[in-house]
Every structure is written in C-alpha cells, then in structure tokens.
C-alpha cells in the first residue's frame, strides 16, 4: 500500500461521485453533502490512526476504507431517493456490493480488499461484528469512529443552517420537539439508543448525541472533544430538564474517555 494507491483510489472516487450528479439543484444537494462527508470521515480516520500510533501501511488502509464507507449511499440515492435504510437498502452492504462489482479494489491485495470491504459492509451496524481477524475488527471501529465524528458535523450544519439543505439528513421524520422516552433512558444507561424508537427529528438528534457510547478509540474521543460537535448538538436540543440531564452525561462520558 502507498500513497499512490491512496491518490489512485481519490480521483476514482471523484469520478464515481459525478456519474451520480442530479440536474436538481436541491436533489444534488444530498449528493454533495455525501461526497463531502467521505473526504472528511478520510480526515478522520487518518487522525485517529496517527493518535493511536497505527502503522504507516495501516493508516492508509484506514483512509481508503472510510473514503469508500459510504459509496452504497450514491446508488442508494438514485434508486429510492432517500437514505433511511429502512426504507429502502442497508447502505453498507450495498456499498460492499459496488466495490465488489466494479473490482475498485483489484489492484490491492487480497486482504487489503477483504479488510476494506469488512468495513464498508459493516461500518453502519448496530454492533461491531465478531471476526476472527483482529486487524479487521480494528479497521470497522476505526472507520466506525470516524463516520460518526463527522455525522455530527453533518447533522449541526443542517440543524443550524437557514437557507437551502441537504433535506434528506433529516430522514423525512416530522420536525418537532417532542422526544421518545425509550431514547432519553438509552443515554441515562449509556447505551446507543435504537433506530425503531426514533420517531422526530429531536428523537434523531438524541440518538446522535447517543452514538458517543460506541466509540473505540481514546483519540476519537480527544477528536470529539476537538471538533466540538457534541456542543453543537445539545444547542440544537430543547432545554428541558430531561435533555439537559443527558447531555451531561454524554460530555462526563467523553471526558473520562479522553483521559
């Protein structure tokens, strides 16, 4: 692996990306905020493999696979114009798929390939797989870390903006600010709350806020701390007692795992 290959694999990716540009202004928007998102999980997973002193030949690895996480999101798109898996395809074995099907990845070796197409496959899991390989197990938690790390840029950019969005962040729930009472007690717990109780937009919002529980890596955490998402996210959140109680959970739970 070299960062030939790293260059090689970035304008394959670009290239990949405008064959799933939209006339539609708006439309394109979702597309956009998708190819963007993969160049900047690629930031990520760099920076969380350098701080956890990851080899050279890994950390490459590392990058190639979280550019190419999401690449299930662009056919996913075309075809139900939505990215809510439940309505449609579970975006990482779809994109698991395009790689195989293309042969993108032909040119690495063969576990090069497989520890990639591990991670794209399962980096949007509820629970990271049990696989026998632990270079691979650490490769789906690290491109795990880094997707979520920059979610919540996505999601506070959306939150935050006034004019035109990429509206398909929101996953077309209604926008109000009633919350589950299953998610809330999921952050008491420090536990990932669940997709099935989702049910608005501040719902979402909470189950973010809940992803903190599945991160791997003391430098996601320090990354996260960094970025200062998680401060974003609860100023987008109502003030009640309720949400102000599991914010400050989630901020203790990334300051004792930044330490």
């Known amino acids: 692996m070299t960062d030939k290959d790293l260059e090689y694999f970035r304008n394959w990716f670009l290239g990949f990306c405008r064959t799933y540009y939209l006339e539609d202004r708006l439309e394109q928007l979702n597309i956009a905020l998708k190819e963007e998102h993969s160049f900047r999980v690629a930031d990520n997973a760099t920076a969380i493999a350098t701080g956890e002193s990851i080899s050279a030949d890994e950390c490459l690895i590392a990058e190639i696979a979280a550019l190419l996480h999401d690449i299930g999101r662009f056919p996913q798109y075309a075809k139900y114009r939505t990215f809510l898996d439940s309505a449609s395809e579970n975006h990482g074995q779809l994109g698991a798929e395009t790689l195989t099907s293309l042969s993108v990845l032909s040119a690495l070796s063969q576990k090069e390939s497989e520890l990639i197409i591990d991670a794209v496959r399962f980096h949007n899991a509820f629970l990271v797989p049990e696989r026998s390989d632990p270079d691979a197990t650490r490769l789906i938690k690290l491109v ?40 809330i007690a999921a952050i008491m717990d420090r536990k990932v709350a669940k997709l099935a109780n989702v049910k608005t937009v501040t719902d979402l919002k909470l189950l973010h806020l809940s992803w903190v529980f599945d991160l791997n890596y003391r430098s996601s955490f320090r990354l ?32 004792e795992k930044a330490v």
């Open 144 to 183: 795990r870390d880094a997707d979520k790390i920059d979610i919540w840029r996505v999601v506070c950019d959306f939150y935050e903006c006034s004019g035109e969005r990429a509206a398909a962040v929101s996953l077309g729930l209604p926008d109000l600010p009633h919350y589950s009472k299953d998610v």
């Open 224 to 255: 996260v701390d960094k970025k200062g998402s998680l401060r974003r996210m609860a100023g987008v959140l109502p003030g009640t007692d309720d949400v102000f109680r599991a914010v400050s959970v989630v901020q203790e739970y990334v300051s």
